[in-house]
């Protein structure tokens, strides 16, 4: 999967904000432990396969509270700004990855 990179971009998020995504993101760290460890204790199927439902969940989850902040914050500036096209083309990108 190749998305084009914005390095030159950059978005402030309050000390909350990080520490709230941190905090799932770790979370999310843990679950993938935990199946790997799954796998090497030769558990049930079924079992794994409900742990990797729940982290894909738990991501997309992450994701989408990413993307409603920068709806909120970054592609609304843009509009305001005159540089909505771009950002809203942008954004398209962004939901067609989410899409696959």
């Known amino acids: 999967m190749t998305m ?3 390095d030159h971009k950059k978005t402030m998020r309050t000390e909350q904000e990080i520490d709230d995504l941190l905090k799932r993101l770790r979370r999310i760290e843990g679950q ?3 199946v790997q460890k799954m796998i090497e204790d030769h558990r049930y199927c079924v079992d794994i396969l409900v742990q990797i439902s729940a982290i894909t969940a738990a991501l997309n989850k992450v994701g ?3 993307l409603e902040r920068h709806v909120s914050h970054c592609v609304a500036k843009a509009i305001r700004d005159g540089n909505g096209e771009e950002s809203i083309r942008e954004l398209m ?3 067609k990855q989410f899409a696959k």
Do not use: P
């Open 4 to 6: 084009e990179h914005h």
């Open 32 to 34: 993938v432990r935990g």
């Open 64 to 66: 989408l509270n990413l």
């Open 93 to 95: 990108d962004v939901f």
